[in-house]
């Protein structure tokens, strides 16, 4: 049970419990592929650039080509939150802080799932036909920080990696900034009166496209070792989020805790990167 929840014990009439400051929910589950999937793993199969050759002769042997393939796996994590309110405390706060709590579980989930999404992206991959095999993001499709924030430059030069290794233009791409790299942006003095224009637009929300990036502002991105905010450039099918349960909610009360009310959350997800090509991570100095 909660210990905290006496600081919302009230002496008169009150309707309603305030969130405090939290990011509500997933920000990044829409910007990846994801998979309902089965079991405790999941393998995800890929087929690799082949190569056609000229046919040369008439009537000669059919040319048999070696289709390279390659294999993908993640383990499933399972992710739970739980809390108890009695409901003596029901009295004495006057309401029932049952649903605050419900949409406190669903946003704890949420946060858990870009953490997940996150470290899929930069950190190591799994492959190979028994996943045996870590593969990390190399150090091609890393900028460094330049001993500058996030510039215009840096965010052509993103662009600039993905397109070399033919990422189809189709594919929606994303990008994952702190506030501190919208700031960035917006004290560049290399910036042009029209780019400006439209990182203000970005920092007040009006629109979220830059450079060809759909912006996605989280505060849950890590730092490396020289403590630079690890920014992520990513195509939407680069990364792939597997599915084992959605998020499941259950409100009831505990016989075995003097029938207090529970509020429980779980869900079962895990998330990989699919292709080394299609992320770019971005140092930035901060």
Known sequence: MSSQITTAFVNQFSSNVTMLSQQMGSLLRSSVDVETINGEKAFFDQVGQAAAVQRTTRNGDTPLMETPHARRQVTLKDFEYADLIDDQDKIRMLIDPTSTYARAAAAAIGRAMDDEIISALIGSANTGKTG???????????????????????????????????????????????????????????????????????????????????????????????????????????????????????????????????????????????????????????
């Open 132 to 286: 045996s095999t870590s593969v990390a993001l190399p150090a091609a499709q890393k900028i460094a920080h330049g001993s500058a924030g996030l510039t215009i430059a840096k965010l052509v030069e993103a662009k600039q990696k993905l397109d070399e290794k033919s990422v189809d233009p189709s594919i929606r791409r994303y990008i994952a900034v702190s506030p501190k790299q919208i700031s960035d942006l917006l004290n560049n003095t290399t910036v042009t009166s029209a780019d400006f224009n439209t990182v203000r637009a970005l920092s007040t929300g009006s629109i979220n496209e830059f450079v060809g990036f759909t912006f996605i502002v989280t505060n849950r991105l890590s730092t490396d070792s020289n403590s630079d905010r690890q920014v992520i450039a990513w195509a939407q099918d680069g990364c792939k989020l597997a599915m084992g349960k959605e998020p499941t909610s259950r409100i009831e009360e505990r016989a075995d805790k003097s029938y207090a009310t529970q509020v429980y959350y779980c869900s079962s997800f895990s998330a990989t990167r699919m292709e080394e090509e299609k992320v770019v991570e971005i140092a930035c100095s901060e």
